[in-house]
């Protein structure tokens, strides 16, 4: 029994935290009392209070400063996985403004792997864009584009701090998207990437490929994105497919 | 033109390497050359040959074993996203063998975030369920699942080593499942995860939230998976929205 009234009180400690942040008592951005102060005011053991706020961070409310404290963290962007979107559109749909610092644009050659994805072979050249996706003015995502070179090297000279390279594409240079691969997976922070969003290295990515395809299933672009995964959550609904 | 010289190299070591690892030359669980072995035969430098295996890191392919090298990483299972299917299913359709561990079956009562997730009130008793999938015997996801209290307590009941939770739901039980929501997030694994997935505490976890519905929008099961995020990739198709 012991075990589970253990349980219980981490859990109580968790759930009474989490809605103190939920109804704003504990405001984004504001440090929780120390550990001290939560064993007394709960009257529970440290390891009890640690396990409870670990779950807090593990719930993405509150984030650990090295040598700080513990702090209210931002509320996730919770965006719709339901139908091929740019990251202006995303954030225009959420209320969010979106902008973008362009990192660099170069033409490079095409490893195995970026051939594949544009249908190209290893060794032609393509262009590379990558940008650091901003909401509300805060880094959330850092996007590698890659795509043919020839639609590349017109769009890399449009201005993509202002400019949606979906909204080029579609819009000004008349090539239309149909749909899109996308591969979503969760990693680690790599240095650049970790430089690019302000995080540590060894924060949580969430990080999706996405091939998007023309008319005739002909790939036009090319992606990785690097979405802050303490500021990102995607929601889909699916359907059961029919018992057999 | 040094840093665009540079970024070829350490590319091409990267993509030399990676084939190498596609096409089975270095074979899952076996240690990559050292640093100093790379550097001699690709001729370049260690910056290069660094940065050419933490890519390779961040792709998946391989991982390091602090004080014992660098081994070719298990490739990802690549998992379709298209429709509500349970871990048994999605295995099968993979042509891997599942299995589960259960670590714990028992009443608790529903803190405020489980209780909304089932439409129950807060305080409310529910069951809790928490398994480790395994995927040819190897830990992939670790499910917490919460369930309304009276099909949970006959669901405690059977055999959850063997039988799906989603099987006795339709089969046993006649509650159709007809859709879920799925919330998608990428986190460090906290240490319960951690131990229950045999990794490092603060490893890459995509976390999946899915509250199935059954007919008339009726929740019927509640989950928190915890999927190894080195072991898992999903893949989906989003078409274009119409125009405006």
Redesign the interface.
Same mark, same amino acid.
């Given at each position: 029994m012991a075990a589970?009234q253990d349980s &219980?009180l981490y859990?109580q400690v968790? /759930?009474v935290l989490?809605?103190e942040i939920g109804n704003g008592a504990l405001g984004v951005g504001e440090q929780l009392p120390t550990e001290d102060e939560l064993i007394q005011r709960f009257e529970v053991s440290r390891i009890t209070v640690r396990r409870a706020v670990?779950?807090l *961070?593990?719930r993405?409310l509150v984030e650990i400063r090295r040598g700080k404290g513990t702090f209210v963290a931002k509320p996730?962007i /919770?965006q719709e &996985? /339901?139908? &091929?979107?740019g990251f202006v559109e995303d954030m225009q749909a959420l209320g969010r403004k979106p902008s973008a610092r362009v990192i660099s644009k170069?033409i490079?050659?095409a490893?195995?792997?970026v051939a594949k994805q544009l249908a190209l072979t290893k060794g032609e050249r393509v262009v590379r864009i990558r940008r650091v996706r901003l909401a509300d003015g805060f880094p959330l995502s850092f996007d590698e584009t890659y795509l043919p070179l020839e639609i590349g090297k017109k769009i890399m000279k449009d201005n993509l701090k202002v400019e949606p390279i979906f909204s080029l594409l579609?819009r000004k240079y008349n090539v239309? +998207? *149909?749909?899109?691969? =996308?591969?979503?997976?969760?990693? +680690?922070a790599?240095?650049n @990437?970790a430089e690019a969003l302000e995080m540590k290295v060894?924060?949580?990515? #969430?990080?999706i490929e996405r091939n998007s395809y023309s008319r005739n299933n002909h790939p036009v672009d090319y992606e990785r994105l690097h =979405?802050r995964?303490d500021l990102?959550? #995607? @929601? /889909?609904? +699916? %359907?059961?497919?029919a %018992?057999k």
């Open positions: 589970t &219980l859990s968790e /759930t989490a809605s670990q779950n *961070v593990g993405g996730r /919770t &996985l /339901t139908e &091929l979107t170069e490079v050659v490893n195995a792997s579609e239309p +998207l *149909v749909e899109a691969e =996308y591969k979503l997976e969760a990693v +680690l790599e240095a @990437v060894g924060s949580p990515i #969430f990080r =979405y995964g990102i959550r #995607f @929601v /889909t609904r +699916l %359907a059961r497919k %018992a």
